[in-house]
C-alpha cells in the first residue's frame, strides 16, 4: 500500500478480500463482503480503487 493511503471502511473490505484471495471477480468480491451491496455498486467500488492505481483488471 502506498505511503500515507486511507481507504474508506467499504474499499477496506473490498481490499481485505482482494488481499486474502490474491485476485476476484466482482461476483466474488460482493459474496464475500460483510454487508449486502448490489454488483454494480462493487463495480464501481473496484473502478474507484482501480483509478486510485490499488487495483487492475485483466
Request: net charge negative; hydrophobic share 40%.
Amino acid at each position: 500500500m502506498a505511503k500515507g493511503r486511507t481507504f474508506t471502511e467499504r474499499e477496506l473490505d473490498i481490499m481485505n478480500i482482494l488481499w486474502g484471495e490474491g485476485s476476484g471477480t466482482v461476483a466474488e468480491v460482493r459474496e464475500d463482503l460483510p454487508h449486502l451491496l448490489g454488483y454494480t455498486g462493487v463495480l464501481k467500488m473496484l473502478q474507484i480503487l482501480e483509478e486510485k492505481g490499488m487495483v487492475r483488471h485483466e
